[in-house]
């Protein structure tokens, strides 16, 4: 499971945007922001899904 500590820059790693990775997810972009400066934490489900899709893009690269 992915630490949301490094959302950031696993999202920067997987080169993509806020507004893609929250397309990816099924979430506002103010949602992931919110998430990389800590505001909010994601649900368990959320965290989830980040980890399948950030996994396989930085698994592919």
Do not use: Y
Not at 22 to 37: D, R
Not at 38 to 60: A, T
């Amino acid at each position: 499971m992915i630490n949301i500590k490094n959302l950031k820059k696993l999202r920067e790693k997987a080169r993509l945007t806020q507004t893609e990775l929250a397309a990816k997810v099924g979430v506002a972009t103010k949602t992931i922001w919110c998430w990389e400066k800590r505001k909010n934490i994601p649900h368990r489900e959320r965290l989830k899904k980040l980890d399948r899709i950030l996994g396989q893009l930085l698994s592919s690269n």
